[in-house]
């Protein structure tokens, strides 16, 4: 399975993410990542710098997309969203174990969604802007 380069930059992310997680559920932290909060912020870091990496650059693209893709990575979104400030807030240990499965899930999503477009050879508004109309194939450059 190829990959574009913005989902093996994502995927090292989120690893590492993965990495500092379990290290702070095994009680073996880097020093300085003892805390929920501090192995939180690294971890919520990490998520929205994998996130600009894989989804930012294809954003317009993944508006023109799939709806349930969007709804579906939006909700699971904004329960990490929700969980990363209750973490933040109580330094709940639930709040980051959501954080990072929501992360890791979206990953998942993500990466499997930008490899089957990859098998395609088309980003999502391309593709769609392909598909036979009544009056025939749009051009390339039609929108």
Do not use: E
Not at 45 to 50: I, R, S, Y
Not at 124 to 141: D, E, I, N
């Amino acid at each position: 399975m190829h990959l574009p380069k913005r989902d093996v930059i994502a995927t090292g992310l989120v690893a590492l993410a993965g990495l500092l997680y379990l290290l702070w559920a095994i009680d073996s932290t880097l020093p300085g990542m003892s805390s929920t909060r501090a192995t939180g912020v690294a971890v919520l870091a990490l998520g929205f710098a994998a996130s600009a990496s894989a989804v930012v650059p294809g954003f317009d693209q993944l508006l023109h997309g799939s709806k349930t893709y969007l709804a579906t990575t939006s909700v699971i979104g904004l329960a990490a969203f929700a969980a990363g400030v209750q973490m933040l807030i109580t330094a709940s240990g639930a709040g980051l174990t959501v954080v990072m499965a929501a992360m890791a899930v979206l990953w998942l999503i993500a990466t499997i969604h930008h490899s089957l477009l990859a098998k395609t050879g088309l980003p999502p508004r391309r593709a769609s802007a392909q598909q036979p109309t009544r009056h025939g194939p749009r051009p390339a450059g039609a929108h």
